[in-house]
């Protein structure tokens, strides 16, 4: 049922001028910028695979040329019900438990250090499949936070967990200046196994967290709890072969090359060695 525009009017209380004014002005400007930038925060959201919050799509959108806040996106991420679809969810199991020597803990807590290859962290933790246990070991520079290193097993054997992503990492680094290497004090860490190896470089300094302490390697921790929010938290392996095909993905093509990092100061881990290498090229 329609009604006359005067009747509505006096009905709303509203005059007939106001009204055809506000009829006559049509969408405003500010309400079409925002259709328009809604659908360029859906873009990168869903290119994200939905794991980007209002600051890093805010700063995507701006390092395209946009002028936008991050005020304004929050807001309309909110209105569309769009947020990081991560779950806070993590465990770790180390075993500490062994014969073997403990290194000190020459790292400190100093996760900024001033050039690549001055000091890398690693890990193990592990993926749950319907077809059995797979234990992710990554090896992660602390300059650029890339993960130059990992390796995928079925079991927490030294020759399957930190070797392989050891030797990964240092067919992509050649270790030319002193290194500390940092992790916790996990037996495949403090094996003769893998001492062998780190102490065949007279530059490499082994480090080790103190008993107890995780935050000692806050930055490796903090990968597995990224990737496991971001990834393995939202999926349901049926076997080792797709969780294997799903963490080369994340690791190689969108945290090295794609995601955004904040303690990079939103650059990706490949900017940043890529800067670094432009600079010292220059110099």
């Avoid at 909110?78 to 803990?105: E, G, L, M, P």
């Avoid at 939202?234 to 994340?250: G, Q, W």
Wanted: charged fraction near 25%; glycine fraction near 2%.
């Amino acid at each position: 049922m329609f009604f006359p525009i005067e009747r509505m009017c006096k009905v709303l209380e509203v005059s007939r001028s106001c009204f055809y004014r506000w009829y006559s002005v049509g969408v405003s400007k500010r309400k079409l910028e925002n259709q328009e930038l809604t659908v360029e925060i859906k873009r990168v959201y869903n290119q994200s695979k939905q794991i980007y919050g209002s600051p890093r799509v805010t700063k995507v959108l701006k390092q395209e040329g946009r002028v936008v806040s991050e005020r304004r996106v929050a807001k309309l991420m909110r209105v569309n019900s769009w947020q990081s679809k991560i779950r806070k969810k993590w465990k770790k199991t180390t075993d500490s438990n062994h014969k073997y020597s403990i290194s000190a803990n020459y790292l400190n807590r100093n996760f900024k250090p001033l050039e690549l290859n001055q000091a890398w962290v690693s890990d193990i933790t592990y993926i749950k499949t319907l077809q059995g246990w797979l234990y992710l070991t990554t090896v992660i520079d602390l300059y650029d936070r890339q993960v130059i290193g990992w390796s995928l097993s079925k079991t927490l054997h030294t020759n399957a967990t930190i070797i392989p992503a050891w030797k990964m990492a240092v067919s992509k680094r050649n270790i030319t200046k002193p290194l500390i290497f940092h992790s916790d004090r996990g037996i495949q860490y403090a094996s003769n196994e893998f001492r062998v190896i780190l102490k065949a470089n007279s530059l490499i300094t082994q480090s080790m967290s103190r008993k107890g302490n995780c935050w000692d390697n806050a930055v490796a921790e903090s990968f597995f709890k990224t990737i496991k929010s971001e990834l393995i938290y939202r999926r349901t392996y049926s076997n080792r072969k797709s969780a294997e095909l799903d963490v080369f993905e994340y690791i190689e093509i969108w945290y090295n090359r794609e995601r955004l990092h904040s303690a990079l100061g939103y650059k990706t881990p490949l900017q940043m060695e890529n800067e670094f290498y432009n600079v010292k090229s220059v110099a």
